[in-house]
C-alpha cells in the first residue's frame, strides 16, 4: 500500500494516536448526540471548545437559508474566514503575549499547501493502552463501489480512481498499484471530481458538516479546504469550464446548492436546489453563468442574475405537462441553451424555456434505451447515450438541436447513427473518455459489477469491448478463508463466487450460477486434505461443494492457448432448504455438516458418505449463525442463533441405518433433545442498576461531606452548631428523581451474532434496543417451555455501540485479538488478556472507520490461517485486507497456493446442476415421491375397478345384441333397461356441469395458449411470405425446395431524396405557386363575375329606363361596334404575326448545332479519353457517380427487389409444380381404381401388376402442419408426457408416471371406448349391408350360350387393352412430371448460383451503404455549404440582372423625359408662329432659371422630440447654367407681360415654364438612382466574385472528400468468384501472388470493348464522308439566300410604290386596319354622362336640404327678434330703476358722509349682472350672423356662468 505522508507517519506515534484518536472519538460522538437534538445544546462541557466553530457555521446557515445565502452578503463571508484556520494565510501572527487568535486575513498564497498528516482521520486507541496506532495496515482492496454514481474518474491516461469505503483508491492501470487517500471525517466520501486541466481533483466527504478537500496531481498534497457547504454529505460537484469555479450539492435533508471561488476558499452562491434528493449539478460549457441540477422526479435550471440586492442563484423548476414525471439521472447543455435529458423509460427530453420542447424516441416508437438513460455526453458532434441496458447509442447533434413536435403526442423519431452493446448483463452507469491520441477509448463503469474499456470509433479496426476489472455488485454476503493458505472465497447476490490470492493481491477465478450466494464456508482439513474445497449456499435453498485446484497440474493438450491460475470444478449439488441458506457449518470432527435457512430449518448431512442427508430439525424463526462447539468441550453440541430471539443448542445428530432409513416417510428429526433459550431484553434493567449504583455513590459522597461538617460545626460551635446543621439538614432534603422504567420493547431485537464461551454457555451481541453491550448467556434445562423467556445473566458494556452494534466477531489463531465488524462499517479490535482471555475482562481496544459510514455493514471477517492478514467484507460491495502488526515483519512477498488437481478430475463428471429455483428440496422430494407411491397403489385399484366396470359394460352390449336377435315383438325397449331415468338425466346434469366448470378452470390456460400461439405465430410465421416447400420426384431422389422468403426489408423498393439532388429554391416555389395562386384567382374571378352580370341585366329588365340611361347605352353599344371591328382587324394581324414567329422559329440560329450531335459530342467528353481508375490519387469522381448512403439504400432496395421476384417467381414455379403432382396423383388414383375394376372382371392369370400410387411427403404440404384437431392435440400430449417421463429421475419415474399415466389412461379408455363404439356400429352396419345385398341378387346358376361366350372373349380382349394402356398412362404421367422436375431443378441450381452471387453483392452494399452512412454527415456539411453558396450566387447574379433591368428602364424614362423636353419647347415654339417680335421674351421666360422650394417632411419618433431643433426643412433647389440666349448681365421681369403681348401666350409661357422644370426635376432624380444602381451594382460584383472562390474552394473541399470516401470504399473487399479459365492474366504459365494490378471485367464488356475499336473506325470514316457532303449542301444553300434576297428587295419596292400612289406616301398597314376609337376617350365620356346624372341627382337633394334649413333659419329669426325685444325691455327697466336708485340715493346720501359698505357690494353685484346680460346679446348677435350664413356650422349658444344670485335689499 502507497499512502501520501510515509515518511512521517511514525512521528509521535504514540502521543499522537492518543490525541488524534480522542479528538475524532470525542467529535463523532458529539456529532451523533447534536444531530439527534433539535436545540442544537451539547451535553458535555468539554466538547463545548470543539464546537464553537460548528455552532457558529450553523447559525450563519440558518440565518443565510432565509436570506438565500447571498454570495454578496458581506457578512457571511467574514464569519466564514473567521472559522479558518490561521496558518493558511500570508500574515504574521499576533504575538502569544497578547493572546490574540485572529489576524487580519488576506488572499491565500498560490504555494500554501496542508498538512496531509493532520488532516486525515486516525484509528482510535483506548488511552494509557499500549496498543500500537498501526495495529492494522491497508495493503489492497478488492471491491469497487459499482453503485455509487460518478464513482469513476480518470486523472491521466494511465491513472483513475474511485471511492472505496472510508477510502479515496488511485489505481494505476498498467502496473496495477494502488495508492489510498484516506477521509479526512472517518464517516466516509460522498462524490468526487476532477479539475478540467487535470492538475488538481476534489474530494467531498461525509459527516457532520463535512468538508471539501482539493489535492493537487500529482503531488497529492492537500492544496485548499473548503467548508459549511452542507450538513451531512455532499452528492455531486463539477467545475466550470475553465476550472476557476466549483459547483457542489449537498444531500439529505439541506439539498444545498453552493457555486465556490475554490482557490479562495470562499462560497460566491448558495441556495437550496430542491426539496428532493438531487443527482447531479454541471455548469453550462457554453455559459459560467448557467447552471443545472436534476434529481428525484425533478430537473431544475439556474442562473446567476444581479440583483439591485447583490448577485444571486435563480432557479426554473422543469414543468413535464403532459409527460410523466420521471427522475433525471443523465442530462446535458445544449450550446444554444436547451436541455436534453434522459427518462426512467429511456426516451429523450428536449428542455427549451422550462418545458418540454419535444421527446425523442427511436423508429416504430420504440425507446431510445430499456430502462433509464444514466448519462448523456457532447463528444466531437455527436451526443452519447448511455443507458442500463447495457448499450451505448450515438446520436446525430444536429437532428436533436433542431427536433420539434409533429403531431399532438409530442413524440419525434430518429435513428441512432451508431449502437454498442457492452454486454448483456452490463449496467451501465457512468462513463469518461481517455485522453489517447488517434484512439476513442471510454472508461464505463457497470453497475454490476465492472469497469469495462469501450471504442467507439465505430470502424472496420473498432475493438471489441474489454472487461478491465470485475468486482461482486451489491453487498459481499459471505467470506470464507483457506485453512492452508492464502486464498479467500466471496460471494454475494450478484450469482457469483469468487476465490482470490490476497497476499498476491489478484483475482484468481470465478464462477457464476443462476441464483445469488448468500453463505460461504472453506471445507475444512479433516475432510479436504488439500484445503481446494469450498461450500456455498445460495438463496434458493440450493448448497454447492466446489473444489479449487491449479489447472497448470492438468495435461496440457493441444491448441489449449492460455491456462489461468486456478479453476473452479462443480463436485456435488443439493437443495436441503426453500430459502435462502443463512448458515454452514462443520462439526469439530468433520464427520457432520450443518446448513441453516430461512425457512427455519437446520439440516445434517454425514459428510463420510458423500453428504447423506441425516435429517433436518425446526427451528422458532430464520437462522442467523451455526456454531459447533470446539474441541475443549466435552460433548460436540450446534449453538443456533435465530433472528428473533431464539438460540437453540443441538446435540450431535443420530445416523441410521440405510434400511431404517428407507422406509421413513420424511428427514424431520423429532426426537433430538433441544435446549432453547428465549432472549428477553434486561438493557433497561442494567441501566436502571447503573442508575441505582451511581446513585447510591453520590449519597455516599455527600454522606462523607454531611459528617465532616457537622464534626467541623460541632468543633466551632459546640450545641449551636449540631441544632444550626439540623436545621441546614432539613433545607437540604430534596425529593430524589424516580428511577427509569423497566421497557421491554413489542417486537424482539434482531440477533446479530453470537459465540460459545464455555459449555452451556454463550455470548450473544444484539441490534436495534438492546445494542450497546454483549450479553452473557446460560440455557435452561431440556423440559423449559419454548414460549418462556430467559435473561442473561451477565453482560459486558461496549463503549459507543448503542446505536452501532457488533454484527460479526471472529478471533485470531491464539485467543488473544477479537476482531469486530461494526455496523457502521468500523472495524473494531479488542485486546484479550493472554493470562484470563474472558470477554469480560476485555478494556483496550484499538477502532477505525473503513468501510462507508452509511450502507457498508461489515458482513464478514477473517484472519489468514497464520494470522498475517485479516479480511473485511462490507454491504459497500468493498473487500478489504490488512496486515496485521507483529513484531516480525515480512521480509518478503508472499503469494497463495492453489491446490494441485485430483488425479482424474478432468475425466469426473460433472454432476446436473440445480438451476431451477423451484426444484424439489431434498425433504420435498422424498415426500413427493412417497406421495407418488401412494398414488401408484390408488391407481392400481381404480384400474382393477375399471377392469370389473369394463366387464360389465360388455356383458351388457352382449345382451343388447341378444336383444337385438329376439323378433320385434320380443324385443325389449332401450328405456327398459334403465333402472332409473331420473339416474341418466342426473349423470347428464353432472356430466354437463363437470365439463363447464372444467372449461371455466382451463380458461385462463386456453387464453394463455392462445396468446402464446398468436405471438409464435406473429414472430414466425407472419414474418414469412412463402415457407419452404421440398416436392419430391415420384420415380427417382430428386427433389427440388422453394426459397424460404422473408417479409421484404426496410431497404426493399426504399426511395429516399439523395443527397445530390437540390430542393427548388424559394423563388421557384414562389414563382410556382404565385402562377397557381393567378391561375385559381382568374378562375374563380371569371365564375364570380358571371352571376353578377346576370343580376344586373335581371334589375335592368324590370326597372324602367330614363333619358340619360338611354343615352348611356346608345353610346356604349356604338363604342362596342367599333371595338368589335378593330378587335376583328387586330385578331388577323396577330394571327399573321404568329404564323411569322413560327416560321422564325423554325429558323436555325447561325450557332444551331444538331441535339444528336451535341449529345455525341457529351457521350465523347464523358466516355473518351485516358481517365485514371477509381484508385488513382487524382482521381475525379463525375456528378453522376457520386454515390450516397440514400443512393445505396436505394441499390439495396432494388438488389433486394430483383431477387425477391425471382425468388418468388421461381417459388410459384416450385407451387405449380406441387399441384402438377396433386393433379397427377388424383388421376393415378382414378386410373388404379379403374383398372383394379378391370381386373376384376379378368381371370388372375392375366393380371398385370398395379402400380403403387405416389404420396404426397409432409414436406410438400408445410400449410398442413399448422391445421390440427383435438386427436393431434391428445398425441401431442401423449408425447410430451412421454419426454417428462424419460427426464425426470429414477425414484419419482414411477410415480410420476403413476399421476400421468392414469390420467391419460383414464382419458384414453374412454376415446377408445368411444372409437370402438363407432367402430363396431359402422362395421356392423357395414356388414349387414354386404350380407343383406347378396341375399337381394341371388339368382340359380346357368351355363352360358355361345354368343354369351363370344361377347365375354371380346369384353376379355377389350379388358386387357384398357389395363395396358391405363398402366402404360401411368407410367407416362410418372415419367412427363419427372421431367419436369429435373428441368426446374436445373433451372433453380442456376438460380441458386445467381441468388448466391446477389448475396455477396448485398454484403458488399450493405458495407458500402455503412461507411457512407459515417461519411454522410460530413458530407451533407459540405453539400448544404456548396448548395447555400449556390443559392447565394444565385439570388445575387438574379439580384444584379434586376439591377440592369432597373438601369435600362431608367434610362429608358431619362430619354422619354428628354423627349418630352423636346416637345415642349417645339410645342411653344409652334404656338409662337412666325414674326412675333416678343418671341426672344416669351421663350426668355420660357427658359428661365429660377429656385423652386419644396417642404419634405420629417417624420420624428417620441424619443427625438428633445432635438427636433436640429431637424428642420430641407430645400432642394435646381439650379443650372444660363439661358444659351442671354446673358448674364442681362436681367428684365417676367412677372409683368409686356404691353401689345400676347397674355396667353405670356401664362401659356409660365405654365410650360413650370412643366420644364418638373421635367429638369425628374431628370436629376433619376441620374441620382442611375448612379445609386451603378454603385449597388459594382457591390454585387465584387460580392459574386467572393462567393464564386468561395464556392469554387467548398466545391474542391467536397470533392476532396468524395475522393476520400471514394478511397475509402475502394478499401472494401468485393468477393468476385471466379474460374481458372476466366485468369487471363498469366505470368510465366502461372497466375501472380500479386493481383492488385488486375482489373475484373466481365466478357461481354470485354468483347464490347474490342468490338468498340472497330466500331469507331467505321464511324470515323463515316463522319469524314458527312462532312464533305454537308459543305456541299452549304455552299448550295448560301446560293440560294442570296437570291432570295434579291426576289424579297424587289417585292419591297414593289409595295412601296404601291402605297405612295394610292396615299401619297408610306403608311403603316396595320396601323390603318386597326384604326378604331379612343378606347379611353370612350370610356371617359361615358363616365361623364353617369357622372353628370349623379351630380344633378346630388344637386337636387342638396337644394331640397337648403330650402329646409332656410326654413329652419327663420323660426330661429323669429325667436331671436323675439328675444331681443325682451331684452329691450329689460334694458329699459333696468334704465327706469338705474335713474330710481340714483335719487334715492341723492335723498339719503345728505345724511351720511362717503358711501356705505352695503352699497358698493350691491353696486358690484349690479355691475356683474349687467357685464353678463352684455356677453350674452353679443353670443346671441354671432349666432344669428352664423346662423344666416349659409351651411354654416351650428354652435350651441353660449352658457352665462351660472351664480347664484342673492336678492338684494333696497
Not at 152 to 168: F, N, P, R, V
Not at 964 to 990: N, V, W, Y
Not at 1750 to 1775: A, G, P, S, Y
Request: glycine content about 6%.
Amino acid at each position: 500500500m502507497k499512502e501520501p505522508g510515509d515518511q512521517d507517519s511514525d512521528r509521535g506515534k504514540s502521543d499522537g494516536s492518543k490525541s488524534d484518536g480522542r479528538q475524532s472519538r470525542s467529535s463523532s460522538k458529539s456529532a451523533s448526540r447534536s444531530a439527534a437534538k433539535e436545540d442544537n445544546k451539547f451535553l458535555e462541557d468539554d466538547t463545548e471548545e470543539t464546537f464553537t466553530e460548528g455552532r457558529e457555521s450553523c447559525l450563519g446557515d440558518d440565518f443565510s437559508s432565509v436570506e438565500h445565502l447571498e454570495g454578496s452578503s458581506s457578512s457571511f463571508q467574514d464569519d466564514y474566514m473567521e472559522s479558518v484556520g490561521d496558518s493558511r494565510y500570508m500574515e504574521t501572527p499576533v504575538p502569544d503575549s497578547e493572546g490574540a487568535e485572529e489576524e487580519v486575513k488576506k488572499k491565500l498564497s498560490e504555494s500554501f499547501f496542508y498538512d496531509y498528516a493532520e488532516l486525515i482521520s486516525m484509528p482510535f486507541v483506548t488511552p494509557d493502552s499500549n496498543i500500537p496506532l498501526d495495529l492494522l495496515t491497508l495493503v489492497h482492496s478488492f471491491g469497487y463501489d459499482c453503485g455509487k454514481r460518478a464513482n469513476l474518474k480518470l486523472l491521466d491516461s494511465s491513472t483513475m480512481m474511485y471511492i472505496a469505503g472510508c477510502q479515496l483508491i488511485l489505481l494505476n492501470l498498467k502496473t496495477k498499484e494502488q495508492i489510498y487517500l484516506r477521509s479526512s471525517s472517518g464517516r466516509g466520501i460522498g462524490v468526487i471530481g476532477v479539475h478540467p486541466d487535470k492538475t488538481y481533483f476534489t474530494v467531498a466527504e461525509k459527516g457532520v458538516f463535512p468538508k471539501i478537500i482539493i489535492y493537487e496531481y500529482p503531488s497529492l498534497r492537500p492544496y485548499r479546504i473548503l467548508q459549511d457547504g452542507t450538513e451531512l454529505a455532499y452528492a455531486y460537484m463539477d467545475f466550470n469550464y475553465d476550472g476557476t469555479l466549483l459547483a457542489s450539492v449537498g444531500s439529505s435533508p439541506d439539498y444545498t446548492l453552493t457555486i465556490w471561488n475554490w482557490k479562495e476558499e470562499q462560497p460566491i452562491l448558495r441556495t437550496k436546489a430542491f426539496s428532493q434528493e438531487v443527482f447531479k449539478v454541471t455548469f453550462n460549457p457554453e455559459d459560467d453563468e448557467q447552471l443545472t441540477t436534476s434529481g428525484s422526479g425533478h430537473i431544475k435550471f439556474w442562473e446567476m442574475a444581479l440583483t439591485f440586492t447583490g448577485l444571486k442563484l435563480q432557479g426554473s423548476l422543469g414543468r413535464f405537462g403532459k409527460t410523466a414525471t420521471t427522475d433525471i439521472e443523465g442530462y446535458m447543455e445544449l450550446p444554444d441553451g436547451k436541455v436534453l435529458s434522459g427518462s426512467e423509460w429511456g426516451n429523450m427530453l428536449v428542455w427549451e424555456g422550462g418545458l418540454i420542447k419535444v421527446e425523442l424516441c427511436r423508429a416504430a416508437r420504440k425507446s431510445c434505451h430499456q430502462g433509464p438513460i444514466n448519462q448523456i455526453v457532447l463528444d466531437e458532434g455527436e451526443v452519447i447515450t448511455i443507458g442500463a441496458d447495457g448499450y451505448v447509442r450515438i446520436w446525430d447533434f444536429e437532428t436533436i438541436d433542431t427536433a420539434d413536435t409533429i403531431d399532438e403526442t409530442g413524440l419525434l423519431k430518429i435513428d441512432p447513427i451508431n449502437e454498442l452493446q457492452v454486454g448483456k448483463n452490463v449496467k451501465l452507469f457512468s462513463m469518461i473518455k481517455m485522453n489517447e491520441t488517434g484512439n476513442n477509448f471510454w472508461l464505463a463503469q457497470d453497475a454490476n459489477g465492472a469497469i469495462w474499456k469501450l471504442d467507439l470509433s465505430f470502424s472496420n479496426i473498432t475493438q471489441d469491448p474489454d472487461c478491465l476489472f470485475s468486482f461482486h455488485s451489491g453487498a459481499i454476503e459471505a467470506l470464507a478463508v483457506s485453512p492452508l493458505t492464502y486464498l479467500m472465497a466471496t460471494t454475494a447476490l450478484d450469482c457469483s463466487v469468487r476465490i482470490y490470492d490476497f497476499a498476491g493481491k489478484t483475482l484468481l477465478t470465478q464462477m457464476r450460477f443462476k441464483q445469488g450466494g448468500t453463505a460461504i464456508s472453506w471445507v475444512p482439513q479433516l475432510v479436504s486434505y488439500t484445503g481446494a474445497q469450498i461450500i456455498v449456499g445460495f438463496e434458493d435453498g440450493v448448497v454447492r461443494i466446489l473444489e479449487l485446484y491449479d489447472p497448470k497440474g492438468l495435461t496440457v493438450f493441444a491448441g489449449r492457448k492460455k491456462i489461468s491460475d486456478a479453476d473452479i470444478h462443480l463436485k456435488r449439488v443439493f437443495k436441503p432448504h426453500t430459502a435462502h441458506v443463512t448458515a454452514l457449518a462443520y462439526e469439530r470432527d468433520g464427520e457432520i455438516l450443518a446448513t441453516g435457512s430461512k425457512d427455519q430449518t437446520v439440516f445434517f448431512f454425514e459428510v463420510e458418505k458423500d453428504y447423506k442427508p441425516i435429517g433436518y430439525i425446526t427451528t422458532p424463526g430464520p437462522v442467523c449463525q451455526l456454531v459447533w462447539s470446539s474441541v475443549s468441550h466435552p460433548e460436540s453440541t450446534l449453538l443456533i442463533f435465530c433472528e428473533n430471539g431464539y438460540i437453540l443448542e443441538t446435540p450431535f445428530p443420530t445416523i441410521k441405518e440405510e434400511e431404517e432409513d428407507r422406509d421413513v416417510v420424511s428427514y424431520e428429526i423429532k426426537d433430538m433433545r433441544i435446549k432453547c433459550f428465549h432472549f428477553s431484553s434486561v438493557k433497561s434493567k442494567i441501566l436502571r442498576l447503573i442508575e441505582v449504583e451511581k446513585r447510591k455513590k453520590q449519597k455516599e459522597l455527600k454522606e462523607k461531606e454531611k459528617e465532616e461538617r457537622r464534626k467541623r460545626l460541632a468543633a466551632e460551635m459546640k450545641e449551636d452548631g449540631e441544632k444550626e446543621f439540623q436545621a441546614e439538614e432539613e433545607e437540604e432534603e430534596e425529593e430524589e428523581e424516580p428511577l427509569p422504567e423497566i421497557f421491554v420493547p413489542s417486537t424482539p431485537c434482531h440477533i446479530l451474532c453470537g459465540f460459545y464461551s464455555e459449555p452451556g454457555k454463550f455470548w450473544v451481541s444484539l441490534g436495534g434496543y438492546d445494542s450497546g453491550f454483549l450479553y452473557h448467556c446460560a440455557f435452561s434445562p431440556y423440559d423449559k417451555n419454548v414460549e418462556e423467556k430467559d435473561e442473561p445473566f451477565d453482560f459486558h458494556f461496549l463503549e459507543d455501540t448503542e446505536d452501532n452494534p457488533i454484527h460479526t466477531i471472529t478471533f485470531s489463531i491464539n485467543q488473544d485479538l477479537m476482531f469486530c465488524g461494526m455496523q457502521n462499517g468500523a472495524i473494531r479490535v479488542y485486546i484479550l488478556s493472554s493470562n484470563n482471555p474472558s470477554v469480560k475482562n476485555m478494556v483496550d481496544y484499538w477502532h477505525f472507520n473503513l468501510h462507508d459510514n452509511d450502507y457498508g455493514c461489515v458482513k464478514g471477517i477473517s484472519t489468514s490461517f497464520d494470522d498475517r492478514f485479516l479480511v473485511t467484507t462490507g454491504a459497500d460491495s468493498n473487500i478489504f485486507v490488512f496486515t496485521i502488526f507483529s513484531e516480525f515483519e515480512l521480509t518478503k512477498a508472499v503469494k497463495a497456493k492453489v491446490p494441485s488437481p485430483r488425479f482424474g478430475i478432468e475425466a469426473e463428471p460433472i454432476p446436473e446442476d440445480i438451476e431451477d429455483p423451484k426444484a424439489y428440496s431434498i425433504e420435498n422430494a422424498r415426500r413427493k415421491r412417497e406421495h407418488d407411491k401412494l398414488m401408484k397403489e390408488m391407481e392400481e385399484l381404480k384400474a382393477g375397478k375399471r377392469e370389473k366396470l369394463t366387464a360389465l359394460r360388455n356383458e351388457f352390449w352382449n345382451l343388447m345384441e341378444m336383444n337385438k336377435e329376439l323378433p320385434k315383438h320380443m324385443q325389449f325397449k332401450r328405456t327398459d333397461f334403465d333402472l332409473d331415468s331420473k339416474i341418466r338425466a342426473e349423470i347428464g346434469r353432472k356430466t354437463a356441469r363437470k365439463i363447464q366448470q372444467v372449461e371455466k378452470e382451463l380458461e385462463w390456460e386456453k387464453e394463455k395458449h392462445r396468446l402464446g400461439l398468436a405471438k409464435l405465430q406473429n414472430r414466425f410465421r407472419d414474418s414469412l411470405e412463402s415457407d419452404t416447400i421440398v416436392v419430391h420426384a415420384i420415380q427417382s431422389d430428386h427433389k427440388i425446395s422453394s426459397y424460404r422468403i422473408v417479409k421484404p426489408s426496410k431497404y426493399f423498393k426504399s426511395k429516399r431524396p439523395s443527397q445530390s439532388e437540390r430542393r427548388p429554391s424559394k423563388l421557384e416555389r414562389f414563382e410556382k405557386e404565385g402562377a397557381g395562386r393567378k391561375d385559381s384567382q382568374r378562375d374563380t374571378g371569371g365564375s364570380i363575375s358571371l352571376p353578377e352580370e346576370s343580376l344586373i341585366e335581371k334589375g335592368k329588365k324590370f326597372r324602367p329606363k330614363t333619358l340619360s340611361e338611354i343615352m348611356v347605352e346608345n353610346q356604349i353599344e356604338k363604342t362596342r361596334k367599333l371595338m368589335f371591328k378593330a378587335e376583328r382587324a387586330q385578331l388577323k394581324i396577330q394571327q399573321r404575326k404568329k404564323e411569322w414567329e413560327e416560321l422564325y422559329k423554325s429558323k436555325p440560329l447561325d450557332d444551331y448545332e444538331d441535339p444528336k450531335d451535341v449529345q455525341a459530342i457529351k457521350e465523347a467528353q464523358v466516355y473518351m479519353g485516358d481517365f485514371n481508375l477509381k484508385t488513382a490519387p487524382d482521381y475525379k469522381i463525375p456528378e453522376h457517380m457520386r454515390v450516397n448512403a440514400a443512393k445505396k439504400e436505394e441499390e439495396l432496395g432494388h438488389l433486394d427487389s430483383m431477387a425477391h421476384s425471382k425468388k418468388m417467381h421461381m417459388n410459384k414455379c416450385i407451387l405449380s409444380l406441387r399441384d402438377l403432382k396433386v393433379a397427377v396423383i388424383e388421376e393415378i388414383q382414378c386410373l388404379v381404381q379403374e383398372l383394379k375394376t378391370i381386373q376384376s372382371t379378368l381371370h388372375p392369370s392375366k393380371h398385370i401388376p398395379i402400380p403403387e400410387i405416389p404420396q404426397i411427403h409432409p414436406e410438400e404440404v408445410p400449410e398442413k402442419r399448422f391445421h390440427y384437431d383435438e386427436e393431434t392435440l391428445l398425441n401431442f400430449k401423449k408425447k410430451q408426457m412421454k419426454i417428462k417421463a424419460k427426464k425426470t429421475p429414477e425414484p419419482e419415474q414411477g410415480g410420476s408416471a403413476g399421476l400421468g399415466g392414469g390420467f391419460l389412461k383414464i382419458s384414453a379408455g374412454k376415446d377408445s371406448d368411444l372409437t370402438t363404439r363407432d367402430s363396431l356400429s359402422r362395421s356392423s352396419k357395414l356388414s349387414a349391408f354386404n350380407v343383406e345385398t347378396p341375399k337381394l341378387i341371388e339368382f340359380e346358376k346357368v351355363d352360358p350360350i355361345d354368343i354369351e361366350l363370344e361377347i365375354m372373349k371380346r369384353d376379355e380382349i377389350k379388358h386387357v387393352y384398357m389395363q395396358q394402356y391405363l398402366t402404360n398412362r401411368i407410367k407416362e404421367l410418372i415419367v412427363t412430371f419427372d421431367a419436369e422436375l429435373r428441368l426446374l431443378r436445373h433451372q433453380k441450381l442456376k438460380l441458386d448460383t445467381q441468388m448466391k452471387l446477389s448475396d455477396l453483392h448485398h454484403v458488399t452494399l450493405f458495407q458500402e451503404m455503412l461507411l457512407l452512412k459515417n461519411f454522410e454527415k460530413q458530407e451533407n456539411i459540405l453539400q448544404e455549404r456548396v448548395n447555400s453558396l449556390d443559392k447565394e450566387e444565385q439570388d445575387m447574379q438574379w439580384k444584379i440582372n434586376e439591377t440592369l433591368k432597373e438601369m435600362e428602364e431608367k434610362k429608358n424614362q431619362i430619354a422619354t423625359l428628354q423627349d418630352q423636353e423636346k416637345a415642349l419647347y417645339a410645342g411653344f415654339q409652334a404656338a409662337l408662329g412666325e414674326n412675333n417680335k416678343f418671341a426672344n421674351f416669351l421663350m426668355k421666360v420660357l427658359k428661365k432659371r429660377i429656385k423652386r422650394v419644396k417642404k419634405k417632411e420629417v417624420e420624428r419618433d417620441a424619443d427625438e422630440e428633445e432635438d427636433s431643433d436640429e431637424s428642420s426643412e430641407e430645400e432642394s433647389s435646381i439650379e443650372s447654367d444660363e439661358d444659351e440666349s442671354g446673358s448674364d448681365d442681362e436681367v428684365f421681369d417676367d412677372s409683368i407681360c409686356p404691353t401689345n403681348c400676347d397674355v396667353g401666350l405670356f401664362e401659356l409661357a409660365l405654365q410650360l415654364r413650370e412643366k420644364r422644370l418638373d421635367i429638369e426635376e425628374s431628370l436629376v432624380e433619376e441620374k441620382k438612382i442611375i448612379d445609386n444602381l451603378k454603385k449597388e451594382y459594382d457591390t454585387l460584383s465584387k460580392k459574386v466574385k467572393i462567393v464564386a472562390t468561395n464556392l469554387n474552394a467548398a466545391e474542391e473541399a467536397l470533392e476532396a472528400y468524395q475522393r476520400e470516401k471514394q478511397q475509402r470504399l475502394n478499401e472494401l473487399i468485393v468477393v468476385i468468384p471466379l474460374k481458372l479459365h476466366q485468369m487471363e492474366h498469366i505470368v510465366f504459365g502461372e497466375i501472380p501472388n500479386d493481383l492488385s494490378g488486375t482489373l475484373v471485367f466481365s466478357n461481354h464488356s470485354l468483347g464490347r470493348l474490342q468490338e468498340r475499336i472497330i466500331q469507331l473506325h467505321e464511324e470515323n470514316s463515316k463522319q469524314q464522308k458527312l462532312n464533305k457532303e454537308c459543305r456541299e449542301r452549304r455552299k448550295q444553300l448560301f446560293r440560294e439566300k442570296r437570291e432570295m434576297a434579291k426576289t424579297i428587295s424587289k417585292m419591297e419596292e414593289t409595295v412601296r410604290q404601291l402605297m405612295i400612289s394610292k396615299f401619297g406616301r408610306v403608311v403603316d398597314l396595320e396601323a390603318l386596319q386597326t384604326l378604331s376609337v379612343n378606347t379611353t376617350l370612350e370610356e371617359l365620356k361615358i363616365k361623364k354622362l353617369r357622372k353628370e346624372l349623379s351630380n344633378a341627382k346630388e344637386m337636387k337633394m342638396w337644394e331640397e336640404k337648403i330650402a329646409k334649413v332656410r326654413w329652419e333659419l327663420m323660426v330661429k329669426t323669429k325667436e331671436h327678434t323675439k328675444k331681443l325685444h325682451q331684452m329691450n325691455d329689460l334694458c329699459i327697466e333696468k334704465k327706469k330703476l338705474d335713474s330710481r336708485l340714483n335719487t334715492l340715493q341723492n335723498q339719503q346720501g345728505n345724511a351720511f358722509q362717503g358711501p356705505r359698505k352695503a352699497d358698493i357690494a350691491a353696486r358690484q353685484k349690479v355691475t356683474e349682472l349687467i357685464q353678463i346680460q352684455a356677453e350674452r346679446i353679443l353670443a346671441l348677435k354671432e349666432e344669428i350672423s352664423l346662423l344666416r350664413k349659409k351651411g354654416g356650422p351650428i354652435l350651441p349658444p353660449i352658457q352665462p356662468p351660472r351664480q347664484e344670485m342673492k336678492p338684494m335689499d333696497f
